[in-house]
């Protein structure tokens, strides 16, 4: 997502006002002659290669993503997305497709690639196609398969995606699988209350978790020793610290809002939860303007105004953000636990522990990043059965090290590879405990959790906020009234 990381965990990356080139990964078909599993690639700029992962450069053209997901565009581009699909008669003769995001690092396709493709179907259920669906505009992509009805029989995705396509009646929902489940041990496998966070308002389990991640605390030990200061408790010795760090020429709220960079937003808000706070009611409506947020936001906006967040934080990408961890201008900060892959060997950037807020709170944003099963599937049976052998065979993406996010199984957590990264393990013992999604201070998410899952709205509430222009009221309330035009009842 974003780079590799974000994907992860994931995050809607979209400007109402960008060109196609900017919101569409038209995907290309590859055939790697090793295996007999189809691999579909998405073009992106710029070309290179990883690996077996071929990325191409794309084609411009204008549209807003508002008319992009219309009749006429999805019309416009079913031809290519079609060329992606097999036909066939039955289950066993047409394939099922599978995408997938770039969920790890570099190496997490290729794996991801070989255990779909080491895949054989029981007698009289479909075979697997793999594709790749980069994080790059990836909403887009989603929006006109389904609409032209070329979309996947299974996806991972953005961690908010199968709310926003159950409310359009387009998932298939995994009832009868997670039944299944319980008689495989896979149930019993699943950590506790991923689950429940993924069901809907009345009880159907819209999609199944992948991996867990969350924004979480970083900061450089050497850094800190060097400003002669502890890693922060709370808010009170945070503030200390990024006073001492300034003095040094560091920052102390490392994080970045620029163009396809997530991480701003998803910091304040969970700085906002931190303080019991959060973007959504119970009911699942956006309840932006409390008491607790402004608070939350006002402390934000007193670090930026004392010099302790970089200037150039509004305008920063991702690649950014790790050029200034990797510099040392960054000193404390948080960001996703793929931050040391981004930032590259020789950083010494550790996981803190979650600091507890003005008012006794712990907490912090999470992305239950999940796989959904699509109503426009060749056969369902096939789309579980697949499912269930992915699960029982996905270990090696954590324990060959590709994948920097938590593993939604028990068992994977317990391997001595899991266990041997510290930086995993706190985030597991310590964060793992008082993560909560995007929903919060509710508990469910719904069909309007989409609306702040990096959208436009969201990019431009965390712009203003590191931008140290605004009030805290002032900036909630932009967000609140911008996420009340696209509200869903």
Known sequence: MRHVSQRHFHRISF??????????????SIVHPETSIEVHETISEPAYTQGDIVTLSSHKAGMTRRSFVGLAAATSISVLLSSCSTSGEGASAQKIK???????NERFNALDKQIVSEYKPAAGLADVTYQ???????PAVFASAVASGTGPAVSSG???TVFEY??????????????????????????????DQLKTKDGHQAAVPQNLSAIVMYYSPSLLEKANVAPPKDWQTYLEAAAALKKIGVYGLGTGAGAGNFQGGQTIVSWMIMNGGGLFNEDQQPDCVTDRNIEAVDFLIEMVRKGYSDPGAPTYTTTNVSAQWKAQKFGLGFDVPTLPDNVGAGWDGVIGSPMVGPHGDKGTLCFINNIMLWNDSPSQKSGEAFLTYYFQNMAPLWTKGTMTALPPLKSIINTKEFQADKNLMAVVNEWQPVMKTWAAPGKAMGANTPLVDGTSPMADFAQNVLGGKVTAKEALVTLQSALMSSVKS
């Open 15 to 28: 400007k109402q006002n960008r060109s196609l080139n900017n919101m569409l990964d038209l995907p290309t």
């Open 98 to 104: 599978f995408w997938d995001m770039p969920m790890g």
């Open 132 to 138: 790749v669906i980069q994080w790059n505009n990836f």
């Open 158 to 160: 953005g961690g908010t």
């Open 166 to 195: 159950v409310s359009k009646g387009k998932i298939a929902y995994a009832d009868h699988l997670i039944e299944s489940w319980k008689k495989n041990g896979i149930y019993d496998d699943i950590l506790p209350g991923l689950l």
